[in-house]
């Protein structure tokens, strides 16, 4: 696993309080992993913090899954 | 009983009555506060009669640019924004059938779209800092309308629902947002009205004067205090009984 998805998965795991076996490639953050919306937000507050970059609003609602956090981030990273 | 050491305040008007005394009673509880308004003389001369714990931050709240800037600028002056009052307002009172679209703009633009920015520019820290006050200056208007103030009492109506809604959003994260609704307090804009009007406004509140800027203070002071942490989404009703909402 890149160094990427494991970053991302350290701060999941520390929000929402679930099993790392939990965050895989296709877990929905609301559906699998009891994220509410206000969590999500703070989701992407926090990788934008730990990668240093901008997440617009229009791409964070497309930010879904942990797959999804982990091809974005390392898009624009 | 409200000990605000170590929290920093940001307060918009503190060049108006009410925002004066506002920030004089955050600031004699201890908080950190940053002066904000238009006319930077009078922040001046309150921020040196404050001595230490005050900054002042121009800012012009018509200008979109300025309004987004601002929470980041208080931020850096004072390490975060632990606690914002938007209490800046103005009024372009006129009677419906002669009022302006530019009167009707400026009045929402300012009273409740820059109060809207504001919190929205906050949220942030104050979501990971997992604690927050806002606390929205609404007016006793936005509860009963009043003759010539379509846009100003609809501004404040708004101010009221939004603080709810942002109530809902962020109370599980330790923020809480309130409104406080002045009645007739004496001030710059109540010093527009004229004798008979004054009159006329005292004839319905029982208490039988005019509200000070402390009153307002000290209801502010109270929903900014750890003390208030269950209360959200209320408006508390400063207006010696005008309305008994």
Known sequence: MSDIADRVKKIVVEHLGVEEEKVTENASFIDDLGADSLDTVELVMAFEEEFGIEIPDDAAETIQTFGDAVKFISEAA | ?245
């Open chain 2, 1 to 245: 009983m409200f000990d605000l050491t170590g929290k920093s305040a940001l307060i918009t008007g503190a060049s108006g009555g009410i925002g004066g005394g506002i920030a004089r009673a955050l600031h004699a509880a201890g908080a950190t506060v940053a002066l904000s308004g238009t006319r930077t003389g009078p922040l001046e001369e309150l921020a040196a009669e404050l001595g230490g714990r005050a900054h002042v931050l121009a800012c012009n709240l018509s200008d979109a640019a300025a309004v987004e800037a601002l929470p980041k600028q208080a931020a850096d002056a004072m390490g975060a924004v632990d606690i914002l009052v938007n209490n800046a307002g103005i009024t372009r009172d006129q009677l419906a059938m002669r009022m302006s679209d530019e009167d009707w703009t400026q009045v929402i633009e300012v009273n409740l779209t820059s109060t809207f920015r504001l919190c929205r520019g906050v949220l942030r820290g104050m979501m990971k800092a997992r604690w927050g006050r806002i606390v929205n200056i609404t007016s006793i208007v936005g509860a009963t309308g009043n003759t010539g103030q379509a846009n100003y009492a609809a501004s404040k109506a708004g101010v009221v629902a939004m603080s709810k809604s942002l109530a809902a959003e962020v109370a599980s994260r330790g923020i809480t947002v309130n409104a406080v609704a002045p009645g007739f307090i004496g001030t710059a804009m109540t010093d527009k009205l004229n004798d008979e009007q004054k009159a006329r406004i005292l004839g319905q509140v029982p208490m039988g004067r005019m509200g000070e800027a402390q009153d307002i203070a000290a209801a502010v002071l109270y929903l900014s205090s750890l003390e208030a942490g269950y209360v959200t989404g209320a408006t508390l009703h400063v207006n010696g009984g005008m309305a008994m909402l």
